[in-house]
């Protein structure tokens, strides 16, 4: 079975700290993805990678980057954190662009919470 | 560009009750489209998809058919149990020139079944 493993289930840190999120992955999958969830708005994406050391800017960048240093290994960083960034944050990775069926592959999510 | 507007929830029901979930989409060329599910305390699931006109996917009783002429993806399902509560989103990846492997989901419509 494909794998998505985040590094944190729950999180609380102070406005202006730098946070790290990780996730990773098991099946050799070239895309990996950063969402963030919240109610009433949906998955709104973050960032994505198609392979590493490349990303791509989503729907919502601002206040975030990523790392992708590693194939199996996509990060997250909020620079420095705000309110705004409380939230659940959930990775996913799908197969590359030659056989890509459109089905990603979810982590557990990362709940943040800034105060 | 590429959007996905679903059914706004909650939905409540009594087990054994029909479930219709909807959703509509606007894509440029001729996406693929999907229904995926989020059980309390996971991340999102695959639970269907479709990626041409006229076909219908169907999985754990959930059935939804691809209707180009109605730009429409409904979720519909006989006979819900308990165990279907769960947060539902329909998606889209788009067709040809656009990004692949990126997809674009709803903003979720909570479902609770109430024995």
């Known amino acids: 079975d494909v794998k998505v493993t985040q590094s944190s289930r729950y999180l609380v840190k102070r406005t202006g700290e730098k946070v790290f999120l990780e996730c990773v992955q098991d099946m050799d999958h070239e895309n990996m993805f950063w969402y963030r969830q919240d109610p009433g708005l949906g998955l709104r994406l973050i960032y994505f990678?198609?392979?590493?050391?490349?990303?791509e800017k989503g729907d919502i960048p601002e206040g975030y980057s990523v790392s992708r240093e590693k194939k199996e290994r996509f990060s997250l960083i909020l620079e420095s954190a705000s309110t705004n960034q409380t939230s659940m944050y959930l990775c996913?990775?799908?197969?590359?662009?030659?056989?890509?069926?459109?089905?990603?592959?979810f982590g557990e999510g990362s709940r943040l919470t800034v105060l | 560009g590429d959007s996905v507007t679903q059914m706004e929830g909650p939905v409540t029901l009594s087990e054994e009750a029909f479930l219709t979930i909807n959703c509509t989409y606007t894509a440029t060329g001729y996406p693929s489209l999907f229904w995926y599910v989020q059980y309390p305390g996971e991340g999102l699931q695959l639970l269907l998809k479709?990626?041409?006109?006229?076909d219908k996917g169907s999985n754990k009783g959930f059935e939804a058919t691809y209707r180009k002429e109605t730009t429409s993806f409904h979720l519909e399902k006989g006979s819900v149990q308990v165990s279907d509560s769960a947060v539902y989103f329909c998606a889209l990846m788009g067709g040809e020139g656009s990004t692949l492997g990126r997809l674009y989901f709803g903003r979720g419509t909570q479902l609770t079944v109430w024995p």
């Open positions: 996913a990775s799908s197969w590359g662009q030659v056989i890509n069926t459109g089905e990603l592959f």
């Open positions: 479709a990626t041409k006109a006229d």
């Open positions: 990678s198609y392979d590493v050391k490349m990303k």
